[in-house]
């Protein structure tokens, strides 16, 4: 019996290919998001520890000018910070539409597997199939020639 030979093999392959580049995708958008947090909390921080500073100043007594300036630049670092927010937001819908696609990919070539798994022990079923039949045959005349040979001795 010939070996056996899942038609679809170079598909299922392909699909593994696509399937191992949209993990290394994801794994890049992980790795942005990450960076992102990681400049969203930074600035956050950063305006917290400016508005500490101008607590602390206002409370010592500083000039309106002062008072002006702080006010203007803790609106600048509050906007950054929520620049930094919406570029994370943009970035985890990425990373959602990614895994979502990695998802879809991992169903097509799981579905894959496993029709090959079933033709695979349709073709072992088969070729348990086949040798059993060559075996009774192989028995079968072994008993015909066994029988031959002992009439014709008698």
Do not use: C, W
């Not at 090959?116 to 079968?140: P, V």
């Amino acid at each position: 019996m010939k070996r056996f030979r899942f038609q679809l093999e170079p598909v299922l392959g392909y699909k593994l290919q696509v399937l191992d580049a949209q993990m290394v995708e994801l794994g890049a958008i992980q790795a942005e998001v990450r960076q992102q947090e990681n400049r969203r909390d930074a600035a956050y921080a950063y305006l917290a520890e400016h508005n500490a500073e101008y607590i602390q100043r206002s409370r010592e007594g500083i000039t309106v000018v002062e008072a002006i300036g702080y006010q203007t630049s803790l609106k600048v670092l509050e906007q950054r910070a929520q620049q930094e927010d919406k570029r994370l937001e943009k970035l985890r819908e990425k990373e959602e539409a990614k895994r979502l696609e990695v998802i879809e990919t991992r169903r097509d070539t799981h579905s894959l597997e496993k029709l090959k798994d079933l033709r695979r022990g349709e073709y072992d079923q088969a070729a348990a199939k086949a040798e059993e039949k060559f075996l009774d045959d192989l028995t079968a005349a072994r008993r015909a020639a066994a029988q031959r040979e002992s009439l014709i001795q008698v």
